[in-house]
């Protein structure tokens, strides 16, 4: 069973920086596509970044220029630095990890940044 632990989150004024980690369990890591997406409150949740399995990496328009995905094959582990953020960045930031024959969601981790 695929396991997706996200962590990093926390509260951060504008202008700083955060870096999410999502750890994943499992052989799927570099299988697939792995993807961060945010939810704000009231919103949908929405897509901010993700990396194929040939290392192909997009952004959101509304985070190119800020943030960057990375990953690590050894540590099975994903990572999303986050920098110059704005109050608009708040929300929960899920790690989702999906290919052929499957798809799998992390919990979230909180991001809030104060204005």
């Known amino acids: 069973q695929v396991q997706l632990v996200e962590s990093g989150g926390g509260l951060v004024q504008a202008g700083g920086s955060l870096r999410l980690s999502c750890a994943v369990s499992g052989s799927i890591f570099s299988a697939g596509v792995m993807a961060w997406y945010r939810q704000a409150p009231g919103k949908e949740r929405g897509f901010v970044a993700h990396i194929t399995r040939d290392d192909s990496i997009s952004y959101a328009a509304s985070v190119e220029g800020r943030f960057t995905l990375s990953r690590d094959n050894a540590r099975n582990t994903m990572y999303l630095q986050m920098n110059s953020l704005k109050p608009e960045d708040t929300g929960v930031y899920y790690c989702?990890?999906?290919?052929?024959?499957?798809?799998?969601w992390g919990q979230g981790t909180q991001v809030t940044v104060s204005s």
């Open positions: 989702r990890s999906y290919g052929s024959g499957y798809e799998a």
